[in-house]
């Protein structure tokens, strides 16, 4: 079992920024990888940045270039910072954790509130 808990979240005027962290307890040695994902209301999940143990990282379209995923192993810790945020960022973000060779979250965080206000 992996336990993720994200923090950082909040309400930011747009144009700002935000960083977000998630950190890993439990059985932190069997993630492959983490990701930061988001849901709007109505919308579905998607995911927004991936790092997985080998430091490769990819990004969705819609925030290349204005966000960066990072990890701290010594703190079991993922971050995202987001910058130049839009109010189409506005969304609940989760952390995420894949434990198998395929690239599906197996474990969530409860996520947090992101609002960008224009």
């Known amino acids: 079992q992996v336990q993720l808990v994200e923090s950082g979240g909040g309400l930011v005027q747009a144009g700002g920024s935000l960083r977000l962290s998630c950190v890993a307890s439990?059985?932190?040695?069997?993630?492959?990888?983490m990701g930061w994902y988001r849901q709007a209301p109505g919308k579905q999940r998607e995911l927004v940045a991936r790092i997985n143990t080998g430091g490769a990282t990819n990004y969705a379209d819609s925030v290349k270039g204005r966000s960066t995923i990072s990890r701290d192993n010594a703190k079991n810790t993922v971050y995202l910072q987001m910058n130049s945020l839009k109010p189409e960022d506005t969304a609940v973000y989760y952390c995420a954790a894949e434990v198998t060779k395929q690239p599906v979250p197996m474990y969530w965080g409860q996520g947090t509130q992101v609002t960008v206000s224009s």
């Open positions: 439990g059985s932190i040695f069997s993630i492959n990888a």
